[in-house]
Nanobody, 121 residues
Framework: QQQLVESGGGSVQPGGSLRLSCAASGFTVDSYAIRWFRQAPGQAREAISCISADGNTYYADSVKGRFTISRDNIKNTVYLQMNSLRPEDTAVYYC???????????????WGQGTQVTVSS
């Protein structure tokens, strides 16, 4: 069974950092595009970063320069390093995968439980 499990969320002050993990089972992350999404309270879910199977990375303008997506093929996990966090980064963060180089969209596949990130002073 193919599964992705998010972890690593928490509460931090503005300017702080967190590293989220998206652990895969039932498939290898280096053959999939993995995308991070987030959903803030009262707002639509949005895509924020993706790493394709061939290693290309993509970022939404709102996180570019602050967030870094990476992949550990041995641990079969994709990470999202989040620096310079802002209150507007507060959201539940989710990951989703799609075989190949095309990043998954909002509408196909299923969602995990996500991990909560809260940025507040």
């Amino acid at each position: 069974q193919q599964q992705l499990v998010e972890s690593g969320g928490g509460s931090v002050q503005p300017g702080g950092s967190l590293r989220l993990s998206c652990a895969a089972s039932g498939f290898t992350v280096d053959s999939y595009a993995i995308r991070w999404f987030r959903q803030a309270p009262g707002q639509a879910r949005e895509a924020i970063s993706c790493i394709s199977a061939d290693g290309n990375t993509y970022y939404a303008d709102s996180v570019k320069g602050r967030f870094t997506i990476s992949r550990d093929n041995i641990k079969n996990t994709v990470y999202l390093q989040m620096n310079s966090l802002r209150p507007e980064d507060t959201a539940v963060y989710y990951c989703k995968g799609r075989r190949g180089n095309y990043c998954p969209d909002l509408y196909s596949g299923s969602w995990g439980q996500g991990t909560q990130v809260t940025v507040s002073s």
